[in-house]
C-alpha cells in the first residue's frame, strides 16, 4: 500500500537556509514583493531570485505554478523551486502550488519557506497529493528512487499550524486508499482481498462485517449474486461502521459498487480497454477512503457503509439475458444486457442498508455507465438525487474540494424505457440517456422517506492523463467531498 508524506511544521531558520539540501520552495506574489525568508534567499542567490521575478518567464505563471531556479549559488540545495501564489487565501490556488511541489520533489527532501503564507493545509494537502506513485509492482531502483521525502514547511507562527499534519494525513490516507484499490489488477484485488482490507479497517475503530454467499442467499440479495454467477471469486458484502456521533442519531449510508473485474458476463465487452475494467469497483473503492478518513480524524458523525464485491465474468453458470432474478426487495428484474451488472449489485445492498439502519440520507457511488462519460467527459461526476436539500449540500462540498460534479434529471418519463414483458423491469432502457434510465433504475429501490445521491463516477474515478492532483490513473474523486460533506451537514 501506498504511504503519503506526513508534512512536518517547523519554525524558520534563516541560517541554516545556506545548508539545506535537496530543494527548497519560496512562494512569490504577482505584485513580486519578497517575504523575509524569500529575501534571505534571493541574498544567498546574489539576487537571481528577484531577476526571475522581474523577468517574463515569471509574469507568463499562472497562479499556482511554478519554475526550478537549479543549482543555485550559494546554496547546497539542487534547485530552488519558485512558485506564483498570492498572499490572500484561494483554495484551488494553494493545492495546484502544493502538487506543484509534490510533483517536482518525488525523492528528495523538500524544504518549504511558507512563514506567514494563507493556506498552507491546502498547500500540504497538494503537494502529498501529488506525490503519489503506484509502484507496488514494480521493482527496479529507479522507481524506488521516486518514493516521497521528506516534506518540511517553515513557519513564522506554530501555534497556527498545530494538528494540521494530523488533518493533512487524514485526507491523505483515505484518498491513497481509494487510489490503491482502484490501481490495482484484479488478480491481486480478488473479492476476498478487497474485503480482508476493508476488514482491517478495524485496527482504526471502524466495525467491520462480512457477508458471505451463504448469508447473502438467506437475506435474498438474488441480484447481486446472479452478477457473480460466472466467477470463481466468491461474492461478498461488507458492511462498515463508524459511529462517532450521538448515539441514535440516523447514520448516513455510503453504498458503493465493486465490480473487481468487469468482463461484461455473457454480454462480452469488446477487448480494447478492458483491462481498464479493473477499475470497475471505484465506487466501492471511494466509500472504503471516506470512512478511512472519517476514522482517522475522529468525525463526530455516524456513517455506514456497504459494499457489494462480486466478478463479472463468462461461464457456463454465468446469468443469461433473458434471465429474470428476483431482487431483495422483491421486484423482478429481466437481465437484458449482463454487462448492466452494476446497479443489481447496488439494488440490493441500498435495499439492505435501508432496512437494517433507517439512515438519514443515501448515497450511493459507481462506475456505472460509459453513458456519463458521453455526457460529462472526465471532468465532472454525474450526481442523480430525490432530494434537493442533500444534492445540494453535496454539490457545493464538491465544488469546495475542486471535485467536478454536474446534477443530472430524473424524471416518470424516463421509466418507460425500463418496461418488460415478462417482469417488473429491465436491467437496462436503450442506448439514449443511458446514465438517467441507470438511476430511474436505482431509484426503484429508494424507499420514500430516504433522501438519497446516486454518483456515476465512471468518467472521474481513473483517467489517462495527469490531473492537478494526481498523476494518471486512479484520482480518488470523492473522498475529500464526502468528507466535507459529512463534516457540514452530519458531524455535531
Known sequence: MTTPITPVF???????LATNEGRVVVFVPEDGRLTIPVRRVNRLMKGAVARFVASDAFARLKPGEACDLAWPVGMMAEAVQVVRLERRFDMEACRKAGAAIGAAGAGKP????????????????????????????????????????????AVTRMDEVEGMDKAV??????????????????????????????????????????????????????????????????????????MGGEKGVAPLALVGKGVVFDAGGISLKPAGGMEDMTMDMGGAGTVAGVMKTLALRAAKANVVAIVGLVENMPDGQATRPGDV???????????????????????????????????AGMIDLATLTGAIVIGLGHENAGVFSNDNALCNG???????????????????AYDKKLKSRIADM?????????????????QR???????????????VA???????????????????????????????
Open 426 to 442: 429491465k436491467n437496462v432502457g436503450g442506448r439514449d440517456a443511458g446514465a438517467i434510465t441507470a438511476a430511474q433504475f436505482l
Open 325 to 359: 432474478v428476483r431482487s431483495m426487495k422483491g421486484d423482478s428484474v429481466e437481465v437484458i444486457n449482463t454487462d448492466a451488472e452494476g446497479r443489481l449489485v447496488l439494488c440490493d445492498v441500498m435495499w439492505h442498508v435501508q432496512e437494517a439502519y433507517k439512515p
Open 10 to 16: 517547523v519554525e524558520t531558520d534563516l541560517d541554516s
Open 110 to 153: 523538500v524544504l518549504v519557506l511558507a512563514g506567514n503564507q494563507r493556506g498552507v493545509d491546502d498547500i500540504a494537502l497538494g503537494a502529498t497529493l501529488r506525490a503519489y506513485d503506484f509502484t507496488d509492482h514494480k521493482t527496479d531502483s529507479e522507481n524506488a528512487a521516486k518514493k516521497p521525502g521528506q516534506l518540511t514547511f
Open 169 to 242: 494525513s487524514a485526507l491523505a490516507e483515505g484518498v491513497f486508499f481509494t487510489r490503491d484499490l482502484i490501481n490495482e489488477p484484479s488478480n491481486v484485488l480478488t473479492t476476498t482481498e478487497f474485503a480482508a482490507r476493508l476488514e482491517a479497517l478495524a485496527k482504526l475503530g471502524v466495525k467491520v462485517k462480512t457477508l458471505d454467499e451463504p448469508e447473502l442467499e438467506k437475506l435474498g440479495m438474488r441480484t447481486l449474486l446472479s452478477v457473480g454467477h460466472g466467477s470463481r471469486s466468491p461474492s461478498k458484502v461488507v458492511i462498515m461502521e463508524w
Open 462 to 492: 481513473l483517467v489517462k492523463t495527469n490531473t492537478t492532483l494526481a498523476p494518471k490513473g486512479a484520482t480518488g474523486w470523492g473522498v475529500l467531498a464526502l468528507n466535507r460533506l459529512v463534516a457540514n451537514r452530519f458531524e455535531g
Open 394 to 412: 453535496f454539490l457545493k462540498a464538491a465544488e469546495n474540494e475542486g471535485e467536478g460534479a454536474w446534477r443530472m434529471p430524473l424524471g416518470a
Open 445 to 459: 429501490f429508494v424507499k420514500d422517506d430516504t433522501p438519497w445521491i446516486h454518483l456515476d463516477i465512471a468518467g
